[in-house]
T-cell receptor, first 114, second 110 residues
Framework: ETGVTQTPRHLVMGMTNKKSLKCEQH?????MYWYKQSAKKPLELMFV???????ENNSVPSRFSPECPNSSHLFLHLHTLQPEDSALYLC?????????????FGNGTRLTVT | ELKVEQNPLFLSMQEGKNYTIYCNYS?????LYWYRQDPGKSLESLFV?????AVKQEGRLMASLDTKARLSTLHITAAVHDLSATYFC??????????FGTGTRLQVFP
């Protein structure tokens, strides 16, 4: 049990589909993150939410749309994706507010775009 | 653009041996983190280094930070098979923004 739960664990979608990834944290943290992990590339920061406010959008294409309704939940809405978007999408949380604490990661969603 | 580079990218070592993984970064930061990832699993936090000269040890792993050289090391002492995993360093450049290194895949064999 990592304290950060991601669903689904695996997702296969066509390029015209719309789907959403869900992340929930039970750690009382105030910051939540989306990272993309592709083969042979470093983890790429996508979005950061701090106290429900988006504080980082790392030049992510608009076909990825995050939503953070409260400090415990984070979504990543997907539409008209490309095959190169296939990757492991990791959600993470931390105390936030510059408290120098590590990120706690979920198990990720393995996304395949066909 | 911030670069966080790890060396080596792949390390195959025999049980009982010692080795060091290096993490170099290209911008000023005094906060660095080390994570471990097992195949098919999530990332697990190992060490949090918050100042120049910080040294942390846990079991056979020891991490250090030299902010002036922009270098962190992860030293492995007397490696065992259970240490086989991918190790990432991550540099904090703004409040709550972590940039990860390329990762070092470690394999320990008998």
């Amino acid at each position: 049990e990592t304290g950060v739960t991601q669903t689904p664990r695996h997702l296969v979608m066509g390029m015209t589909n719309k789907k959403s990834l869900k992340c929930e944290q039970h750690l009382g943290h105030n910051a939540m993150y989306w990272y993309k992990q592709s083969a042979k590339k470093p983890l790429e920061l996508m979005f950061v939410y701090n106290f429900k406010e988006q504080t980082e959008n790392n030049s992510v294409p608009s076909r990825f749309s995050p939503e953070c309704p409260n400090s415990s939940h984070l979504f990543l809405h997907l539409h008209t994706l490309q095959p190169e978007d296939s990757a492991l999408y990791l959600c993470a949380s931390s105390h936030g507010g510059g408290l120098n604490s590590p990120l706690h990661f979920g198990n990720g969603t393995r996304l395949t775009v066909t | 653009e911030l670069k966080v580079e790890q060396n080596p990218l792949f390390l195959s070592m025999q049980e009982g041996k010692n080795y060091t993984i290096y993490c170099n970064y290209s911008t000023t930061s005094d906060r660095l983190y080390w994570y471990r990832q097992d195949p098919g699993k999530s990332l697990e936090s190992l060490f949090v280094l918050l100042s120049n000269g910080a040294v942390k040890q846990e079991g056979r792993l020891m991490a250090s930070l030299d902010t002036k050289a922009r270098l962190s090391t992860l030293h492995i002492t007397a490696a065992v098979h259970d240490l086989s995993a991918t190790y990432f360093c991550a540099v904090e450049i703004n409040t709550d923004k972590l940039i990860f290194g390329t990762g070092t895949r470690l394999q320990v064999f008998p």
